[in-house]
C-alpha cells in the first residue's frame, strides 16, 4: 500500500513538472490564455508553487500577466501561498486598487502576514482605504511582538454568549460561520469579552434547542495569552492536539484564536532552528538556502568555526604536556582519533535524546537525576563492550602489547562514560539557565570532549604505563 501510494505521488510530481515547463514554455511564447488553462487544473497551493518557479526563471512581470489573468478568489487565495518576497514583488507591479481588493478578500490572519512583509509606504497606502474599524484592528495586531501568539492569532472566530439557547446559538453560527476561520469549536462570553468556556459544535447540534449554552458550556479549557512566546503556543498545538486554541488578553478577555494551520509554519521554523543550532549554524532558517549570499552563510557558520577552533587549539596545547608519555610510545598516538571520536560520537548521542526528551516534554528538569542514572548505566556497557573490542583488535590484528590494549580499553570505558554524562546534562544545564538546550548540541559536546578524551587517554596511559609525565 505504502508503495503504491509513493508511486502515485512520484506520478504526480512528474505531472506537476511536465506541466510547469508547458506552462513556462506557453509564457514565453506569450500563449497566456494556454497558460491560464492549464494553470487552472491545480489547487491554489500548486499553482503558488508554479509561479514561484516561473518568477524566479521569467521574472515578475510574466507572473504579473499570468496573476491578473486567473479568477478573483483564485488569485486571493494563491497569494496568501506565496512566499512573503514574491508578494512583495507582485505588489509592487500591480495597481493600489487590485493591491487593496487582494488584502480585503484575504482572510485576517494571512493579511497581517502580508502586511508584515510589505514596505511601510504600501502599508499606509492600503490602510488608507481601509475601513476605520478595521484599520484599528489591523494596527492593533502589527503592534504585537513578532514572535508572540498576538501575531499569530485571528478575530475570526466563533463567539457567543452564556444567555444563549442553542436555538439561537445556531441562528447566529449560520449567519456568521462564512467569515469564520473554524465552526468546530465556539468560544462562550458572559456580557462584554471576558471568556467564560468553550463549546463544541457537536455539543450544540445534539442538544435540546431550548438549552442554555452557559449551561453546555465546559469552562475547563486550555488558553494562551497574547504575548506568550511563539515556542510555547506550539507546545501548547503539539501536547492538546487542538484545531484551535483561544488567546486572551491580560484581563483574560477573548481577542482572537490560533489555528493549527497557522502554527504548523511555526513549528517548522522552530524545529528548523534546534537543527540548525545542534549543527553549530545560526539565524539561516528565516531565508531559503540558494536565497542567501554567500557572506550571510558566513557570518552564521563562523561563530561556530571560530570556537571549535580555540578549543582544538586548547586540546593541542594539552597533548603537549604529555610529550614525555607519547615520545616513549609514540603508538599512542595511533589511538587518539579513537578515543576522541568516540567520545564525541556517544556524547552527542545522549544530547541528541535528552535534547528531544526537552523539547516534547518527555523529561524535564525535575528528572535529571534520572537521566544521569540511566546514562551511568548506558555508559557503562557501551564502555565495556567498545573497549572490549577494542583491545581485542589491537592485540590480534595491530599486534600491539596487552598493556598498550589494556590502556587504550580503560581509557575507553572512562571517555564514554564521562561523554554520556556530558551529552545528557549539558542540555538540562542549558534550559535551567533558560539558553537553547539545542546549543548544547554536536559543535559544544564534541569541542568539550576531545580535550577531554585526550587527557583522560594520555593519563591513563602514563599511569598504566608507568610514564612519568
Not at 490602510?127 to 499569530?152: H, Q, V, W
Not at 600491539?400 to 562514560?417: C, D
Amino acid at each position: 500500500m505504502t508503495e503504491t501510494k509513493t508511486m502515485d505521488m512520484d506520478t504526480k510530481n512528474q505531472q506537476f513538472d511536465r506541466d510547469l515547463g508547458k506552462i513556462i514554455a506557453f509564457l514565453e511564447e506569450s500563449a497566456y490564455f494556454k497558460a491560464r488553462d492549464l494553470l487552472l487544473k491545480y489547487n491554489a497551493v500548486d499553482i503558488a508553487d508554479m509561479l514561484e518557479d516561473i518568477l524566479e526563471d521569467l521574472g515578475v512581470e510574466k507572473v504579473v500577466i499570468i496573476f491578473r489573468m486567473l479568477p478573483k478568489d483564485v488569485s486571493v487565495d494563491v497569494f496568501s501561498y506565496l512566499p512573503g518576497e514574491d508578494q512583495v514583488n507582485i505588489v509592487q507591479a500591480i495597481t493600489d486598487r487590485e493591491i487593496s481588493y487582494i488584502i480585503k478578500e484575504m482572510d485576517f490572519d494571512d493579511k497581517i502576514d502580508v502586511l508584515e512583509e510589505l514596505p511601510a509606504n504600501i502599508v499606509d497606502k492600503i490602510l488608507e482605504k481601509t475601513p476605520r474599524e478595521e484599520r484599528k484592528l489591523i494596527n492593533e495586531f502589527l503592534n504585537y511582538p513578532e514572535d508572540c501568539a498576538g501575531s499569530l492569532m485571528t478575530p475570526e472566530y466563533i463567539s457567543l454568549q452564556d444567555t444563549m439557547t442553542v436555538a439561537e446559538a445556531m441562528a447566529y453560527i449560520k449567519r456568521e460561520a462564512v467569515d469564520s476561520e473554524t465552526v468546530y469549536t465556539c468560544y462562550v462570553k458572559h456580557g462584554g469579552r471576558k471568556l467564560e468556556g468553550v463549546i463544541s459544535l457537536r455539543a450544540l447540534v445534539i442538544a435540546d434547542d431550548d438549552a442554555i449554552v452557559g449551561d453546555l458550556m465546559e469552562t475547563d479549557y486550555v488558553y494562551l495569552n497574547v504575548y506568550d512566546d511563539q515556542e510555547e503556543v506550539a507546545e501548547a498545538f503539539k501536547k492538546y492536539g487542538f484545531l484551535a486554541i483561544p488567546v486572551v488578553d491580560n484581563e483574560h478577555r477573548l481577542v482572537g484564536i490560533i489555528t493549527f494551520d497557522d502554527i504548523m509554519e511555526i513549528i517548522e521554523e522552530e524545529t528548523t532552528e534546534d537543527i540548525e543550532r545542534m549543527g553549530g549554524v545560526m539565524g539561516e532558517s528565516d531565508k531559503e538556502y540558494l536565497d542567501m549570499g554567500v557572506f550571510r552563510h558566513v557570518k552564521n557558520r563562523l561563530p561556530w568555526l571560530l570556537f571549535m577552533t580555540v578549543t582544538l587549539m586548547i586540546t593541542g596545547s594539552l597533548i603537549t604536556q604529555f610529550e614525555a608519555v607519547l615520545s616513549q610510545v609514540i603508538v599512542l598516538v595511533a589511538y587518539l582519533p579513537l578515543l576522541m571520536g568516540t567520545g564525541g560520537n556517544t556524547g552527542t548521542q545522549a544530547a541528541t535524546l535528552v535534547i528531544r526528551g526537552l523539547s516534547v516534554d518527555e523529561i524535564d528538569l525535575k528528572d535529571a537525576a534520572k537521566v544521569l542514572w540511566k546514562e551511568l548505566r548506558v555508559s557503562i556497557i557501551l564502555g565495556i563492550v567498545l573497549s572490549a573490542f577494542n583491545f581485542l583488535k589491537i592485540t590480534l590484528i595491530d599486534h600491539q602489547s596487552p598493556m598498550i590494549g589494556l590502556t587504550v580499553a580503560v581509557a575507553m570505558i572512562i571517555v564514554v562514560m564521562f561523554a554520556k554524562l556530558l551529552g545528557g546534562m549539558l542540555p538540562m544545564g542549558a534550559k535551567k539557565l533558560g539558553v537553547d538546550p539545542a546549543l548544547m548540541a554536536t559543535p559544544m559536546i564534541s569541542s568539550v570532549t576531545d580535550m577531554v578524551s585526550s587527557v583522560i587517554f594520555l593519563l591513563t596511559a602514563s599511569i598504566l604505563l608507568g610514564i612519568a609525565l
